[in-house]
């Protein structure tokens, strides 16, 4: 079964960045970076805050793309947060980073843009393509949105600059966990 893009409001945001119509044309790339990330040829090593990282294999080859995205402003950032905090008191399901349609049209009527422009976004690919984006860039955000229909709170996280973590607070929520690495497992049970 394809995987269709864009489903949710906050997938077709991102889905336009790659989609634009323009007086050039569109892009003749598009095609082959759908079927790529419909086929599974995307694997995403990391998506954080302002940042995409991906695998994108196509005939046999992999390729590493990174796509650096803007971050909010700290008055977009809290006002998105309080968004959906107030909405998070009223539907449980926000905790899960199932986010309403609706709150896409909240933040871009108070002048906050959920996803960019391919024009205000970095990407490195480590292919040998001359073309800007290339297919394996565009074979990425169109993964990217399809993650996003699936976990809309991820457009947020990628938007939003992570908050630093004070030590104290990082050692209190450790507790006694240990990383199981750091176990030797010949002696643990003797």
Excluded at 24 to 53: C, M, W
Excluded at 129 to 135: A, Q
Aim: aromatic share 4%; net charge positive.
């Amino acid at each position: 079964m394809a995987t269709e893009f864009g489903v949710t409001a906050w997938g077709r945001v991102w889905l336009r960045t790659v989609e634009q119509t323009s007086t050039s044309g569109r892009n003749p790339a598009l095609p082959t970076a759908r079927t790529l990330a419909r086929n599974g040829g995307v694997t995403f090593t990391d998506i954080s805050a302002g940042t995409v990282s991906a695998q994108v294999t196509a005939k046999g080859k992999t390729s590493t793309v990174v796509v650096t995205v803007p971050l909010w402003d700290k008055t977009q950032s809290d006002t998105a947060a309080r968004m959906i905090r107030t909405l998070g008191t009223k539907n449980r399901s926000v905790s899960t980073g199932e986010l309403p349609d609706s709150v896409v049209a909240d933040l871009q009527a108070r002048d906050i843009t959920v996803a960019v422009n391919l024009s205000e976004c970095t990407a490195t690919c480590d292919c040998s393509s001359r073309r800007t984006p290339c297919v394996h860039h565009l074979a990425a955000i169109y993964a990217l949105a399809g993650r996003i229909d699936e976990e809309p709170a991820l457009a947020v996280t990628l938007r939003t600059k992570q908050a630093k973590r004070r030590n104290s607070a990082a050692k209190k929520e450790q507790g006694e966990w240990i990383p199981l690495r750091e176990i030797n497992a010949g002696s643990f049970y003797n």
